[in-house]
Every structure is written in C-alpha cells, then in structure tokens.
C-alpha cells in the first residue's frame, strides 16, 4: 500500500511563491510517473502537473511559466513550486501517484 502526504499549502498573497511536497511510501516510488491535481470549491478536480520517471514534464496551460514539478527519487519526493501565484489558483491541491494512489490534499489559499 502506498501513502502520499503531502505539506506546504498555506495563506499567500498573490504573486507570491509556496513550494508544495509529496512524500511517497514504497521502494518502486522511481518508475511512477507522479502528478499534481487540484479542486477549487465548486469545481471538478484537474491536473496541475505530471512528471515521468525519466523526470519529462508536462503542465496545464494555466499555471505554464509560473509552475515547476520536480522529483527526488531518493527521498521519494515530489514537489510543486509554485510562482506568481493568482487567486485562482486558491485550491485543495492533491499528489497522485500511478496507478492510482491519493494523498489526503493540502490547501493553498491566494489572497490578499
């Protein structure tokens, strides 16, 4: 069984800047391809960012330039830089890894 916690969500102003991490239980944590997704009150839960094994990235049009998603496979980590952050960015943001694994979501709320 894999578990997912991810830290770092908080209250910042926009423009600011939060790093989110997921840490990953499991010793296969290398070869998963590992995602960010979020969930804005009232709406469906979209990808954010996604990350190959061989660290290939990919990102939704939205947060391009601003995000970066990243990985540490010797700590079995994932993170969410996050830049230039807007208020619509304000989410429950949640790591995935594959095939279908979910932390419990950490909040990031932008605002001034």
């Known amino acids: 069984q894999v578990r997912l916690v991810e830290s770092g969500g908080d209250l910042v102003q926009p423009g600011g800047s939060l790093r989110l991490s997921c840490a990953a239980s499991?010793?296969?944590?290398?070869?998963?391809?590992m995602a960010w997704y979020r969930q804005a009150p009232g709406k469906q839960r979209e990808v954010v960012a996604n990350?190959?094994?061989?660290?290939?990235?990919n990102y939704a049009d939205s947060v391009k330039g601003r995000f970066t998603i990243s990985r540490d496979n010797a700590k079995n980590t994932v993170y969410l830089q996050m830049n230039s952050l807007k208020p619509e960015d304000t989410a429950i943001y949640y790591c995935?890894?594959?095939?279908?694994?979910w932390g419990q979501g950490t909040q990031v709320t932008v605002s001034s």
């Open positions: 995935y890894q594959q095939p279908g694994y």
């Open positions: 499991g010793s296969m944590f290398r070869i998963y391809v």
């Open positions: 990350i190959t094994s061989s660290s290939s990235t």
